[in-house]
């Protein structure tokens, strides 16, 4: 077995009969069919459950033959080794009926697997035996008189004719079966295809909430700047406050200077001095403090600005 065949089986391994062929056609064609060779016809299942109405089903064998518990049972088993046959060879296989007439089991086939089979025949090759109908009639339980009426009514068709419809309708069943499998795999494909563009949209939705998300980080980004910047400049402010009084205490220490040296008395003018000083020490830690405080402002500022990067940078790499 190739790798197409195995590829084709895993794909027909949960594909039934009825998702490959159109039931209505089919019916049409087997009626068709039915009538213009005069044989009778039904397609099942590859469960053995009848996907089309019988066509050309004769009186001898629905109402008679299949209307006594051992003519059915007989019926049965016919069309079960009729079957088995057609599944190994793999082609219409022609059998005898326990009732003496002609029927056949036509496979049909996706590759190497079977889905399905075609049942038809219910007609005669030769001139019937009437003794030979009565004798079976008494076997299944019919009357034989009414038996053998019955099978005055059968065609008689030659067995090249009989084998010529069987391959015939094997012929359109594989074709047909073979069309609703490559339809069958068009459409799983369609379906494939429709998900992965499913997926394509769903991407493209998380794409544009992550821009929006990008956009908000920028603004944060933004406004987190501006109030280092803000707080920079309030530094700037402090600062300029501290260089002040540092010339403020420069010219108090150069005046306390001219005046001890004018005075004389340096403890009366180093005292005033040394009370401006102290003043002015206060005033320079209490700086100190706000330049402190402004400084962890900063620092959080920084940080904030820190983690929207970070956050910033992590979307732009998941896109």
Known sequence: MNIDNEQKLAELESVELQDLIDLE?????????????????????IHGNSVTSPSGFTEFCMQLTHGTPEGNRRCHECDI??????????????????AGLIDFAAPIMVGDKQIGTIF????????????????????????????????????VVPEESVQAGANLLFLVAGTLSKMGFEKHKLKKMTGIFYEHLTQIAAAMEQLAASAMEVTENENVLFKEINEVHGVSLQIDDVLAFIKQIAEETKMLGLNAAIEAARAGDAGRGFGVVAEEIRKLSDESKQTVNTIREFTLRIEESVGNTLKTSEGTLRTAEQQ
Do not use: M
Request: with cysteine; charged share 30%.
């Open 81 to 98: 080794k009729g079957a088995e046959e057609s599944v190994r060879t793999r082609k219409p296989t022609l059998y005898h009926c326990h």
């Open 25 to 45: 056609f089919l019916q049409k064609f087997q009626d068709s069919f039915s009538r213009s060779i005069g044989v009778a016809s039904i397609t099942q299942d």
């Open 120 to 155: 038809g025949g219910q007609i005669l090759t030769e001139t019937p035996d009437e003794n030979k109908f009565r004798r079976i009639a008494g076997e299944i339980g019919v009357d034989p008189d009414k038996y053998w009426n019955s099978v005055k009514q059968i065609r």
